[in-house]
């Protein structure tokens, strides 16, 4: 049974492990490299966390017992104070089918229903089929905005959008 924590200092380096397994599964999924974070120090993934825990963030952590396979952030965006913008989702590819990428997902919608916001959007590579897949299940729409991929011009970021009901 998937287990979600809490993205905290409690759990800092398990943050860390997951997110640097992320990065290499999935490296054009995500706008930063194994490259750019495998060298932060402990401290800095403890701060990292610290993040997570704030009054317009949220971090969670998937746990199958004790093995972590996956983790989503969500922040409440400045410029729209309806809408949540979620980052850094991934499942580990031997977690995925198995309703955990599924339980990310509504533990934020809860979060963000829970603060009044009207939606969650987040932004997908051309390039991440399944990913894409994945959201339009859940009722994510593309809503026309692109931009280019910061790591490879030759790939596009979509943006997706959810409407809650408020």
Not at 37 to 62: K, N, T
Not at 132 to 149: A, C, D, H, K, S
């Amino acid at each position: 049974m998937i287990r979600l924590d809490r993205i905290s200092p409690e759990n800092a380096l398990a943050f860390k492990t997951v997110r640097l397994r992320a990065l290499q599964d999935s490296p054009t999924a995500f706008g930063s490299t194994f490259a750019r974070e495998a060298p932060l120090s402990d401290e800095e993934w403890l701060q990292r966390s610290h993040r997570w825990i704030s009054d317009g963030s949220i971090g969670y952590l998937a746990f199958d017992g004790e093995f972590c396979c996956g983790l989503v952030a969500c922040y409440t965006e400045e410029s729209n104070a309806e809408s949540g913008h979620i980052i850094s989702m991934w499942v580990d590819p031997g977690s995925r089918r198995a309703g955990t990428g599924r339980a990310l997902i509504e533990a934020l919608i809860a979060w963000v229903s829970s603060r009044g916001l009207r939606q969650l959007r987040l932004m997908v590579t051309s390039v991440n089929t399944g990913a894409i897949g994945f959201y339009e299940r859940l009722n994510f729409g593309m809503t026309g905005r692109t931009e280019p991929y910061p790591n490879d011009p030759a790939i596009v970021e979509y943006e997706m959008i959810l409407q809650l009901n408020a």
